[in-house]
């Protein structure tokens, strides 16, 4: 005898058939999907938008040209973007492939290389950010390093274009850190009460 989805062993322990719990981790695996694209494709951007930034200046005929190289911080963010978007192509290989065949996710050491994969990337990520924005306003005097201010008010079209790499980079960021909330999720699902639902489907 069922109710709702809910059937009932003659031990009279509730046995939950899954369908609820099926719409939520297909739910989950889209949403994961679709933040690692989003990652993935800002994350790429972040990186094209800085590493081709340049400007000329002249400045009585000495000419000086404004690179992201300048900037510790900015070699730092392209780094850190470049280690999350090679990691990103292979996430969302995997999650397209386990769409793809239907798979759920048992593994419990794979889980966990997720997992801290995950919670790396997003420390990398947000600390890039984080390191750019603090160069940007307490970059020291005499260090190579440029405040925000004073390149904006002699390369103007130079730092319009960073600021785009910075709100993507920033965007990623985020989107790593709710991915590895994600990924906690299933990792921890595997140890909860919920574990035999899931392996009854």
Sequence with gaps: MSYL????????????????????????????????????????????LVVTDSQVQTFFS??????????????????????SSGYTLIQVLRCA??????????S????WVIFS?????????????AATMQTAVFAKAGQRELQWMKVCNLYGKFCNQ????????????????????ISAFTLFRLYGRNKNRYAGW
Aim: with cysteine; aromatic share 8%; hydrophobic share 55%.
């Design 5 to 48: 989805g809910v059937g009932v062993s003659p031990g009279t322990v509730p046995v939950y058939h899954g369908t609820n719990l099926r719409v939520l981790e297909k739910r989950i695996r889209i949403a994961e999907l679709v933040l690692r694209c989003v990652s993935l494709a800002l994350g790429l951007l972040a990186i094209v």
């Design 62 to 83: 000495y000419q000086k040209r404004a690179k992201f190289t300048d900037m510790k911080a900015l070699v730092f963010l392209v780094v850190a973007n470049g280690l």
């Design 97 to 106: 492939i386990s769409m793809f065949r239907g798979d759920v996710l048992f």
């Design 108 to 111: 419990k050491p794979l889980a």
């Design 117 to 129: 994969a995950d919670q790396v990337i997003a420390y990398v990520t947000v600390g890039a950010v």
């Design 162 to 181: 960073m600021g785009g790499g910075v709100a993507s980079a920033f965007v990623v960021s985020l989107s790593m850190v709710v991915l590895s909330c």
